[in-house]
């Protein structure tokens, strides 16, 4: 097998949108500057040694571009902590820079490369179809509301500083439901958001794991959330309350403290900001701090960080073994996939990788899809406040997969 990089100027799939060239079934990683898109399957390889696999890949560069490319390997990890994980080196991969340049990297026996660039295409919007859903909770409400509160007076017990307690729901179709469509919404609703698609999971992620470019890394943890209203001045308002709240400054303090921990071991530097800022997506609010620093050599990968990483406060506890332990004796259900984390890592150990929030699972007959919403508890949490907090999450998936 051989890596071939290709130019792909002057084509149709130099600009038609990501979402696009993914449509059902392509694997899609995308960001604020650029994106990757993954057709077919080369190999299957486990995520720990997923940097040795691709480095043995034999590379060739025909574009014009001096930077080197190296062949990419896409996919998601669970939210426990170190749960086996595989990604998947496609056939074709399409990358956007971000700065206006789209590249192919084909990997494949020399006589197929050809072949496989020039099945790749963008798909067609897909035509409007009427549908019928169903939307249930695989767990009793009680369920949740007791899960919260056994969190809150375990916090205020000493026992953890936070416990991020989630709930799930169905969505039933009468029909089989595009992937494709919800994309096209995701992307033109929340742009600012890392948006993916990786075998029939999906979602719009605000929060970036960690991110490796040679010896940069960056983290930019939320934690601390309130809603949205469409209306500018109620919404400020509802930000600098968030700023203000004890509760939410201790559930975001945990979080950027993780962090920090967790990568200062390989850093030769690593700042964040002092106060976190709000950053504000479609349907809610939230407290963000950014954190980036300069890795020491050798430089780990990006995955041996995610494993560092993964599950931060934000999606898991603090301390991080006793709020799993509750997490998974009070929940109801099985995480899987929701609140791991999805993204990319290439040859050299460089990647980006989102939490996997905001996100649905679809079916492999595309007629259910689960998704999931959870919120941080802290000693001042309130049952039913928390239980509002996991219906505005849920809206951003409910409203890109339930249109008219």
């Known amino acids: 097998m051989i890596a071939v990089t290709r130019d792909l100027v002057d084509t149709p799939l130099a600009t038609a949108a990501l979402v696009d060239i993914a449509g059902d079934t392509g694997l899609l990683f995308r960001s604020t500057t650029g994106g990757r898109v993954g057709i ?4 299957i390889v486990d995520a720990d040694r997923s940097v040795t696999e691709l480095s043995s890949i034999e590379c060739r560069n025909e574009s014009n571009s001096e930077s080197a490319l190296h062949p990419i390997a896409m ?12 990604l998947t080196i496609p056939q074709v991969t399409i990358v956007d820079n971000g700065a206006g340049d789209r590249f192919a990297i084909v990997c494949a026996d020399e006589s197929a490369v050809d072949d496989l660039l020039e099945s790749v295409v963008a798909h067609p919007a897909p035509h409007p179809a009427a549908n019928s859903y169903q939307v249930d909770s695989p767990i009793s409400i009680s369920t949740y509301l007791k899960a919260v509160e056994g969190a809150r007076d375990a916090v205020r017990a000493g026992e953890l500083r936070k416990a991020v307690i989630a709930r799930p729901v169905m969505i039933t179709a009468r029909d089989p439901m595009s992937i ?10 929340f742009g600012s958001t890392y948006r993916f698609s990786i075998d029939g999971f999906i979602g719009a992620s605000p929060e970036l794991l960690v991110s490796v470019n040679g010896a940069v890394v960056r983290s930019h943890p939320l934690a601390g959330t309130t809603r949205t209203t469409g209306n500018d001045a109620i919404d400020a308002q509802l930000a600098a309350e968030l700023l203000a709240s004890e509760k939410n400054q201790i559930e975001h303090h945990a979080a950027i403290e993780m962090v ?3 990568l200062l071991p390989f850093c030769s530097y690593l700042d964040w900001t002092p106060e976190p800022s709000v950053i ?13 620093g300069h890795l020491s050599e050798p430089y780990p990968s990006v995955i041996e960080l995610v494993r560092e990483l993964q599950p931060t406060p934000a999606v898991g506890g603090h301390p991080r073994d006793t709020a799993i332990e509750m997490i998974v004796n009070s929940e109801g259900f099985t995480r899987g996939r929701y609140g791991g984390a999805v993204g990319w890592v290439n040859a050299a150990g460089d990647g980006e990788w989102a ?3 905001r996100c649905a699972e679809f079916s492999d007959d595309r007629r259910e899809a689960r998704l999931v919403a959870g919120g941080g508890i802290v000693a001042d949490s309130d049952p039913e406040s928390e239980l509002a907090e996991t219906q505005a999450k849920l809206q951003a998936m409910l409203g890109a997969i339930i249109r008219p």
Not at 40 to 43: H, L
Not at 75 to 86: E, K
Not at 282 to 287: C, E, I, P
Request: hydrophobic share 45%; charged share 20%; aromatic share 2%.
């Open 40 to 43: 077919g399957c080369a190999m």
């Open 75 to 86: 996919g998601c990890v669970d939210f426990l902590p170190h749960a086996p994980a595989t």
């Open 180 to 189: 494709h469509a919800v994309l096209r919404r995701l992307d033109a609703t």
């Open 260 to 262: 920090r921990d967790s």
């Open 280 to 292: 504000k997506v479609a349907n809610v609010q939230h407290l963000g701090s950014l954190a980036e």
């Open 355 to 357: 939490v996997s929030l």
